[in-house]
C-alpha cells in the first residue's frame, strides 16, 4: 500500500506553500513523525512530518515548486506492500 504526502493547511487563509528542502531522498527508509520536507508557507518555514513508515518511493514536489494546499509531494511504500 502507498500513502501521499500532502502539503497540510496551516493557516485560514493558506492556500499554497513552496518546497525548500527535501530531507530524505528516494530510496530512503522513512520513519512516521520524522521531518520529510521543508515547506515555505506565507508566514513561517515548516517541517512536514513523514506521515508514516516506510520507503520514500516518490517525489512529485520539486525544491522552488509553488504547491496547494491538499496536494500530494511525495509518495511513501508502506513495509509488505
Known sequence: MR???????????MTEATILEWRKSVGDAVTAGEPLVVIETEKADVEVEAPASGT??????????????GGAIAVIELPGA
Open 56 to 69: 520514500l518511493v516518490e517525489i512529485l514536489g520539486a525544491v522552488k515548486q509553488v504547491c496547494p494546499v
Open 3 to 13: 500513502v501521499r504526502v500532502k502539503i497540510p493547511k496551516l493557516g485560514l487563509t
